[in-house]
C-alpha cells in the first residue's frame, strides 16, 4: 500500500516533533502559522523526489557495508535479470541507508523543497511492511515523473570486475549517482508500492490562476537560474511544490479534460461546488474559461468568483490521470459553510476513487462532515439515510482510513498530536472546540438576560 510508513521529524521550523502515519485521507487542523504548510511541503519533497541528493564519502562504514550488500541485487538487475525480491532479512539493513542518507542529507533535502536550506533535527521514516518486495526494473530505466525525467548515468559501471565487489573508495561520482538511482527504485517499491507521482495545491490558489501565465514564464523556465526568480535577498520566490504546481497545470489540455478518468469527480465538483462548467483553451498555455449553469456566457478566471478561482486547481488535477497524490491546503478557501460540507463529501469520494489526500484545514465543517460519513458508513439505518440525504457509496469512510492531526502553537514552538478516533464522538480537535465554546461564552456575556 502506498504511503504504509510513519515518519518522524525533530526541530522542523516551529515544530518541536512530530509523528505522522498517513492514511488513505489525513488531514491537518490546528493553529495558523503552526507549521502545517511546512510540514505538508516535506511529505510533498519526500513524495516527489527524484533521487536521494548524497554526495560521494558522507556515509559512516557501516552503512558502506549495508550498500555493498545489495550490490549483488544492482548487478542482477543490470545484467537482466530484471528482479530482485526484498525480502524482511534486508529491511534493518535497508532503513539504515535511508537513515543515514537523509542523516547527512537532510538540510539539502529541505533546501532542494522550499528553495533555501530549513535546518531540521531529525528526519527518519519507518516503514510498515513485514512481507517480501519484488523489484522490477527495465535494463536501462527511464521514468518519467510528470515534468522530471530521471535516467541513471553509464549502468554498465556496475557490472562485477574478476568476481570481486566494488569498493567504495573505487566509486566515481558518476557511478555513486548511478547506484544510488537503482536504490530508489529500491526505496519507491519499499515505501510506496509503486512510484509516486504527487501533486501539491498550495493556499492562496486565486492568485495563481489569475497570474498562472505569467508565473510559468518567469517561475517555471527559469526557476532554477542563480540570476533570475531572485528576491531582495537572494532567495528565490517559489518554493518546489509550486513551481511543479505551475508546470502541471500548464499541461493539462482541454481534450484531457474532457476525457478525463475521473469525470465523476468533475461533475459533482462543477455541479455542487461550482455551479457551472470549465473549459480549456488549445494553446500552448490554456485560458480557462468558466461557464455558470443556465447561461452560455464564457467568463475569463479575472471576472469569475473566488469559489471558482480557488476550486478550478482541483478539477485541472483530478483531470491529471498521472496524479496519484493529493496534497491541498485549506480546500474550504473561499467557501460558504454549505459548499464547504460539499468540499468534504468531494474529498470523500476522490478517496474512494482510489487517489489518497492530504489535507490542512481552518474548517470545523470539513472535520464534521467526515465525522459523519464515519458514522454513517456503520449506521444500523443506512440505507435509509443514504437515500434520504442523495448519498452513494462513495460518500462513506471508515475510520481506520481516516487519520487527522491537531497543531497547537505554544510561544516559539508548535506541537503535534494524533487525534485519536472516539467511537461516539469521532475526532474531535480542541483547537475547534475551544474557539466556538469561546465565542458562545461571549455570547452568552452579550445577552440582555444574561445580565
Given at each position: 500500500m502506498m504511503n504504509d510508513f510513519t515518519l518522524h521529524i525533530e526541530d522542523f521550523g516551529k515544530i518541536e516533533s512530530a509523528e505522522i502515519e498517513l492514511a488513505p485521507l489525513t488531514l491537518f487542523v490546528g493553529d495558523n502559522n503552526s507549521g502545517k504548510s511546512y510540514l505538508m511541503a516535506l511529505i510533498y519533497g519526500l513524495f516527489a523526489m527524484d533521487r536521494f541528493l548524497i554526495k560521494p564519502g558522507v556515509f559512516p562504514s557501516s552503512t558502506a557495508e549495508d550498500l555493498l550488500y545489495f550490490d549483488d541485487a544492482i548487478a542482477d538487475i543490470l545484467s537482466g535479470n530484471k528482479e530482485y525480491v526484498f525480502s524482511a532479512d534486508d529491511y534493518a539493513r535497508f532503513e539504515r541507508i535511508i537513515d543515514s542518507s537523509f542523516e547527512h542529507d537532510?538540510?539539502?533535502?529541505?533546501?532542494h523543497i522550499f528553495n533555501k536550506e530549513i535546518p531540521i533535527g531529525n528526519l527518519r521514516i519507518k516503514p510498515h511492511y513485514t512481507g517480501t518486495l519484488s523489484l522490477a526494473l527495465p535494463k536501462e530505466p527511464e521514468f518519467n515523473r510528470g515534468n522530471r525525467i530521471a535516467r541513471p548515468p553509464n549502468l554498465a559501471l556496475y557490472s562485477k570486475t574478476d568476481g570481486q565487489k566494488k569498493q567504495m573508495a573505487e566509486w566515481n561520482i558518476e557511478s555513486l549517482q548511478g547506484h544510488f538511482f537503482l536504490i530508489y527504485e529500491i526505496l519507491a517499491a519499499y515505501l510506496f508500492g509503486s512510484r509516486c507521482n504527487p501533486i501539491f495545491l498550495p493556499a492562496s490558489r486565486t492568485g495563481f490562476m489569475l497570474t498562472y501565465k505569467s508565473l510559468i514564464k518567469h517561475s517555471i523556465e527559469k526557476s532554477f537560474s542563480p540570476n533570475i526568480n531572485k528576491t531582495e535577498n537572494g532567495e528565490t520566490i517559489l518554493t518546489k511544490p509550486c513551481i511543479d504546481f505551475l508546470a502541471s497545470i500548464s499541461a493539462i489540455s482541454d481534450e484531457q479534460y474532457k476525457n478525463a478518468p475521473r469525470k465523476d469527480l468533475l461533475h459533482f465538483i462543477e455541479t455542487n461546488?461550482?455551479?457551472g462548467k470549465i473549459s480549456l483553451s488549445n494553446m500552448p498555455v490554456p485560458d480557462i474559461t468558466?461557464?455558470?449553469?443556465?447561461?452560455?456566457?464564457?467568463?475569463?478566471?479575472?471576472?469569475?468568483?473566488?469559489?471558482?478561482?480557488?476550486?478550478?486547481?482541483?478539477?485541472?488535477?483530478?483531470?491529471?490521470?498521472?496524479?496519484?497524490?493529493?496534497?491541498?491546503?485549506?480546500?474550504?478557501?473561499?467557501?460558504?459553510p454549505g459548499l464547504q460540507k460539499e468540499m468534504a463529501r468531494a474529498l470523500v469520494k476522490i478517496v474512494n476513487s482510489g487517489l489518497p489526500v492530504l489535507a490542512s484545514t481552518h474548517s470545523d465543517i470539513i472535520l464534521q462532515h467526515i465525522n459523519n460519513a464515519i458514522r454513517l458508513k456503520n449506521h444500523p439505518n443506512r440505507e435509509k439515510i443514504m437515500q434520504s440525504l442523495g448519498y452513494g457509496d462513495d460518500d462513506l469512510i471508515s475510520h481506520e482510513d481516516v487519520r487527522v492531526y491537531q497543531f497547537r502553537s505554544q510561544g516559539t514552538r508548535s506541537h503535534v498530536e494524533k487525534i485519536e478516533f472516539d467511537p461516539d464522538d469521532g475526532f474531535r480537535a480542541k483547537t475547534f472546540t475551544d474557539s466556538l465554546s469561546a465565542i458562545l461564552d461571549e455570547t452568552m456575556r452579550i445577552d440582555p438576560e444574561g445580565q
Amino acid at each position: 500500500m502506498m504511503n504504509d510508513f510513519t515518519l518522524h521529524i525533530e526541530d522542523f521550523g516551529k515544530i518541536e516533533s512530530a509523528e505522522i502515519e498517513l492514511a488513505p485521507l489525513t488531514l491537518f487542523v490546528g493553529d495558523n502559522n503552526s507549521g502545517k504548510s511546512y510540514l505538508m511541503a516535506l511529505i510533498y519533497g519526500l513524495f516527489a523526489m527524484d533521487r536521494f541528493l548524497i554526495k560521494p564519502g558522507v556515509f559512516p562504514s557501516s552503512t558502506a557495508e549495508d550498500l555493498l550488500y545489495f550490490d549483488d541485487a544492482i548487478a542482477d538487475i543490470l545484467s537482466g535479470n530484471k528482479e530482485y525480491v526484498f525480502s524482511a532479512d534486508d529491511y534493518a539493513r535497508f532503513e539504515r541507508i535511508i537513515d543515514s542518507s537523509f542523516e547527512h542529507d537532510k538540510n539539502a533535502f529541505t533546501a532542494h523543497i522550499f528553495n533555501k536550506e530549513i535546518p531540521i533535527g531529525n528526519l527518519r521514516i519507518k516503514p510498515h511492511y513485514t512481507g517480501t518486495l519484488s523489484l522490477a526494473l527495465p535494463k536501462e530505466p527511464e521514468f518519467n515523473r510528470g515534468n522530471r525525467i530521471a535516467r541513471p548515468p553509464n549502468l554498465a559501471l556496475y557490472s562485477k570486475t574478476d568476481g570481486q565487489k566494488k569498493q567504495m573508495a573505487e566509486w566515481n561520482i558518476e557511478s555513486l549517482q548511478g547506484h544510488f538511482f537503482l536504490i530508489y527504485e529500491i526505496l519507491a517499491a519499499y515505501l510506496f508500492g509503486s512510484r509516486c507521482n504527487p501533486i501539491f495545491l498550495p493556499a492562496s490558489r486565486t492568485g495563481f490562476m489569475l497570474t498562472y501565465k505569467s508565473l510559468i514564464k518567469h517561475s517555471i523556465e527559469k526557476s532554477f537560474s542563480p540570476n533570475i526568480n531572485k528576491t531582495e535577498n537572494g532567495e528565490t520566490i517559489l518554493t518546489k511544490p509550486c513551481i511543479d504546481f505551475l508546470a502541471s497545470i500548464s499541461a493539462i489540455s482541454d481534450e484531457q479534460y474532457k476525457n478525463a478518468p475521473r469525470k465523476d469527480l468533475l461533475h459533482f465538483i462543477e455541479t455542487n461546488i461550482m455551479q457551472g462548467k470549465i473549459s480549456l483553451s488549445n494553446m500552448p498555455v490554456p485560458d480557462i474559461t468558466y461557464t455558470p449553469e443556465g447561461t452560455d456566457t464564457g467568463l475569463s478566471l479575472h471576472v469569475s468568483s473566488g469559489v471558482v478561482t480557488e476550486t478550478t486547481p482541483l478539477l485541472l488535477e483530478l483531470a491529471n490521470p498521472a496524479v496519484n497524490y493529493l496534497l491541498i491546503e485549506e480546500p474550504e478557501m473561499c467557501l460558504h459553510p454549505g459548499l464547504q460540507k460539499e468540499m468534504a463529501r468531494a474529498l470523500v469520494k476522490i478517496v474512494n476513487s482510489g487517489l489518497p489526500v492530504l489535507a490542512s484545514t481552518h474548517s470545523d465543517i470539513i472535520l464534521q462532515h467526515i465525522n459523519n460519513a464515519i458514522r454513517l458508513k456503520n449506521h444500523p439505518n443506512r440505507e435509509k439515510i443514504m437515500q434520504s440525504l442523495g448519498y452513494g457509496d462513495d460518500d462513506l469512510i471508515s475510520h481506520e482510513d481516516v487519520r487527522v492531526y491537531q497543531f497547537r502553537s505554544q510561544g516559539t514552538r508548535s506541537h503535534v498530536e494524533k487525534i485519536e478516533f472516539d467511537p461516539d464522538d469521532g475526532f474531535r480537535a480542541k483547537t475547534f472546540t475551544d474557539s466556538l465554546s469561546a465565542i458562545l461564552d461571549e455570547t452568552m456575556r452579550i445577552d440582555p438576560e444574561g445580565q
